[in-house]
């Protein structure tokens, strides 16, 4: 038998015979012990209460003062020695002292130790409370963390998105920026609401859509679509519909009121950067373009003329241009008006915008000129075109704005010189221009009311 298994032996066999046989062994060592020698031995008594004591409580150590006690007396009775028995007595009540200072300690002892066990526990719990609370503020905490760096990555994403000023652009990347912003779904950025039955529920509502099943939503039938959840908010520009945000998931229930939140957000934000890229656009027609007559202006007129100009030379295909002056204008202003003038110069345009191709560009070249640059066509074709203007023209009816019992109607007239890009002529824009200008000045020259073509001396 190993070590181990002697231990566990001797652990088995105390805890079978338990604590009464080895109080009743101790007892009977101290009985002998106390016959042979009464005073000397309450030492050893005290000791085993004390020890009986603090091993299995006051139940055996009460038991051992009881039997000691009673043998001190009985001591008493058969001593013959008065000393002894004086010893006896003193022993007797100071071991009965003894047992109940320790019993007062005892109580004193168990009352302090359950409080502070009771004090653990609330701190335990406190202490578990606290810890729940630190671990929900950190994932708190990580949360927070997580949306700022979304955010930031947005908000990156944003700046770059703000300063498109390309309505084309701006529209592609948005796809992008939503699905960074929202999350789920399919995103798009549709203009106006012609084809797209969501986008015509929101403009004529005015309202936000979300739409959880499209299966069971009797607004919307599925036959034509592919997906079940919808969610879009309007987009405005200059305070007017432009168009809507959508987005569009093939799974029911896959968008929230918090998206529609967060969607009308980015909707703001869209409609901001569309407004800019609109006015930006404006802008620039403003700056190209003349405030009476909403023709080009010169200067962009020749900036075009140029890039035509080395287009055509590249690309080997004809090109002309013509210069139109309006016969005898200084005697509108002088005898109607400047007003009547000005409706004069209106009315041409609008002619010339009808008259002439997509392809062409025409401008307001000065004062009482406009300037025609025809692509793809030479001076054949050109020399047609702009006969058939001046006939229009020639016919149409000009009514001025005069304060007269009947309206004022006055013929007008006008005169062309155009010149075809020839292999003769440089690129400079201002060569082919001094060439369509001598034509004219020869149509004027000649008797007005005529188209004249360049040719070379």
């Known amino acids: 038998m190993n070590e181990k298994k002697l231990g566990k032996t001797i652990i088995d066999i105390f805890s079978a015979v338990g604590m009464p046989v080895v109080a009743g062994g101790l007892f009977i060592v101290w009985l002998v012990n106390f016959l042979r020698n009464p005073v000397t031995i309450f030492p050893l008594v005290a000791a085993i209460v004390l020890s009986l004591y603090y091993i299995s409580g006051p139940v055996y150590g009460g038991v051992i003062l009881v039997f000691t006690v009673i043998a001190g007396l009985f001591g008493m009775l058969i001593s013959d020695n008065a000393i002894h028995v004086y010893f006896l007595i003193a022993e007797c009540i100071w071991l009965v002292c003894l047992y109940f200072i320790l019993d007062i300690y005892r109580e004193s002892y168990l009352s302090i130790k359950n409080s502070m066990y009771e004090e653990y526990e609330t701190l335990d719990r406190e202490i578990a409370l606290k810890d729940s609370e630190t671990n929900e ?6 949360d927070i963390i997580q949306q700022l760096q979304g955010f930031q990555k947005m908000g990156s994403m944003i700046q770059t998105f703000a300063v498109s000023l390309d309505e084309k652009a701006i529209i592609e990347k948005t796809g992008d920026l939503a699905s960074q912003f929202i999350g789920a779904g399919a995103w798009k950025l549709k203009k106006n609401a012609q084809g797209d039955v969501f986008a015509k529920y929101v403009k004529d509502s005015g309202l936000p859509l979300i739409v959880t099943d499209i299966s069971s939503d009797r607004r919307f039938t599925r036959t034509q679509n592919v997906y079940l959840s919808v969610i879009a908010v309007p987009v405005e520009v200059s305070g007017g519909f432009w168009g809507i945000l959508r987005g569009t998931s093939g799974k029911s229930n896959s968008f929230s009121d918090a998206d529609l939140r967060l969607l009308s957000i980015l909707s703001g934000i869209i409609s901001t950067v569309l407004n800019n890229a609109y006015l930006y656009r404006k802008i620039q027609e403003l700056a190209i373009t003349d405030g009476l007559t909403g023709l080009y202006t010169q200067s962009y007129f020749k900036e075009r003329l140029r890039e035509e100009m080395n287009r055509a030379k590249s690309n080997r295909v004809p090109l002309s241009i013509g210069i139109l002056d309006i016969d005898f204008f200084k005697n509108i202003n002088d005898t109607y008006g400047h007003q009547s003038g000005d409706v004069v110069l209106h009315h041409i345009a609008v002619l010339l915008r009808g008259r002439l191709r997509e ?19 030479d001076k054949k074709e050109s020399g047609r075109i702009l006969e058939e203007i001046r006939k229009s023209i020639e016919k149409e009816r000009f009514f001025l704005p005069v304060e007269s019992y009947s309206p004022v109607r006055v013929k007008i007239t006008v005169s062309i010189g155009y010149a075809e890009l020839d292999k003769f002529t440089s690129s400079i824009e201002d060569e082919l221009i001094k060439k369509a200008d001598k034509a004219l000045y020869d149509a004027k020259k000649t008797g007005r009311n005529k188209v004249v073509e360049f040719k070379n001396d």
């Open 359 to 377: 392809t062409d560009l025409i401008c307001r070249y000065g004062g009482e000129e406009f300037g025609v640059i025809m692509l793809h066509t």
């Open 137 to 142: 503020n950190k994932k708190r905490t990580s």
